[in-house]
């Protein structure tokens, strides 16, 4: 059975006041170009303060990630600060805890499926929720 995996698409994105119906239209349509996928979450990696998992294949990630960016030029992922997009779900921020990379990699590989992009929203106590949900696969 697959299971739910957090994979950023773009952030940061448009803030709460500028999201309206021409912005959501936007998503909706270019993420239904894409069809749903299936990916596997196959190693543990590290960036510079970041533990993360590595999906493959990687490359439906990055097209829909690239094709939101061409839609959204003023969005670019994590704000222009990478040269390169490196799909990811993030175990770790800042200091590891000792004995989790040992102890996820020896559960890899996890298996999940992409049927939808969400929209996540950060509330005024902080806490993040879905605001709306774009399916893949719908375009003409």
């Given at each position: 059975m697959a299971k739910a995996h957090h994979l950023t698409v773009l952030d940061p994105f448009v803030p709460s006041f500028g999201l309206d119906a021409t912005?959501?239209?936007g998503v909706?349509?270019?993420v239904a170009e894409f069809d749903p996928f299936s990916y596997e979450l196959v190693r543990v990696?590290?960036?510079?303060?970041?533990?993360?998992?590595a999906p493959e294949p990687a490359e439906p990630f990055i097209a829909i990630i690239e094709a939101l960016w061409r839609r959204f030029p003023e969005h670019p992922p994590y704000g222009g600060a990478f040269d390169a997009v490196v799909p990811h779900v993030t175990l770790a921020l800042g200091e590891e805890p000792p004995g989790l990379a040992d102890y996820v990699a020896e559960r890899l590989p996890l298996s999940g499926s992409?049927?939808?992009?969400?929209?996540?929203?950060?509330?005024?106590?902080?806490?993040w929720g879905v605001a709306e949900r774009f399916p893949l696969g719908v375009g003409d």
């Open positions: 912005v959501l239209a909706r349509e270019v990696q590290r960036f510079p303060g970041v533990l993360y998992l992409v049927n939808e992009v969400e929209l996540r929203m950060e509330d005024s106590s902080g806490r």
